[in-house]
Every structure is written in C-alpha cells, then in structure tokens.
C-alpha cells in the first residue's frame, strides 16, 4: 500500500492527510513533491497529519526531515499532527522528537502557527 495524501486549508494552514506508508521510493517521494509544490506556490504553513501512516522506516523519516529542513528554508514552518505509537517511538528513539514541533490536537495545532 503506497501514501495517499489528501490536502485541506484551514485558517491559512495548509492540512496534508497522509495515509499509507512513507517509505523508500513511491511514499517519500509523494511527500517530497507534495512538499515542493506548496512552497513553491507560497504556502508555507504545513500540518502534517500523521494519523493514518501505519509504516515509517528510514528513509521516511528522512524525508520528514527534508520536509521539515526544505519548509523552514523557505521561511515557513512545517508541525506533526496525530502521530501514531510507532510513529513516535520512532522519534523518540531518533531524537528527532525535539526537533519537530508536535501537536495532538487539529484546533490547537492550526493556532500554534505565527501569522
């Protein structure tokens, strides 16, 4: 099962949905592009919805991290949503949990954004 991602604005963030596996090939070069596209059209506050990833290994959460370096190059900021127990595991035991802004909540996470 390859990564879906479905796409919605709220309050000027911009919400990827992302579903499936991000993983080495078709998963972390969906989100890669997907990253890409909005920054280059100048949307530059990025929730990612990690509810429905049920597979990360190690080149998605690289791509995470480019995902996460590319938005912040740009001048815009890019936050976690909803991670999953194996999701953030992972992070915790990569440390990248400290590197990445976390939030639990959609409401919260959308007004933890700068204006």
């Given at each position: 099962m390859s990564m879906k991602v479905n796409t919605r604005q709220v309050d000027g963030v911009?919400?990827?949905d992302l579903s499936g596996r991000i993983t080495l090939g078709e998963g972390s070069v969906t989100l890669r592009d997907?990253?890409?596209?909005l920054i280059s059209k100048g949307q530059k506050k990025i929730l990612l919805n990690l509810a429905e990833i049920s597979y990360l290994d190690s080149s998605g959460l690289g791509e995470l991290v480019t995902a996460y370096t590319t938005t912040k190059n740009?001048?815009?900021?890019?936050?976690?949503l909803n991670l999953t127990k194996k999701v953030q595991d992972l992070l915790q035991i990569t440390k990248l949990y400290t590197v990445f802004d976390v939030k639990d909540d959609e409401t919260?996470?959308?007004?933890?954004?700068?204006?």
């Amino acid at each position: 099962m390859s990564m879906k991602v479905n796409t919605r604005q709220v309050d000027g963030v911009t919400i990827l949905d992302l579903s499936g596996r991000i993983t080495l090939g078709e998963g972390s070069v969906t989100l890669r592009d997907t990253i890409r596209d909005l920054i280059s059209k100048g949307q530059k506050k990025i929730l990612l919805n990690l509810a429905e990833i049920s597979y990360l290994d190690s080149s998605g959460l690289g791509e995470l991290v480019t995902a996460y370096t590319t938005t912040k190059n740009a001048g815009g900021e890019m936050k976690l949503l909803n991670l999953t127990k194996k999701v953030q595991d992972l992070l915790q035991i990569t440390k990248l949990y400290t590197v990445f802004d976390v939030k639990d909540d959609e409401t919260s996470a959308v007004s933890s954004f700068s204006n």
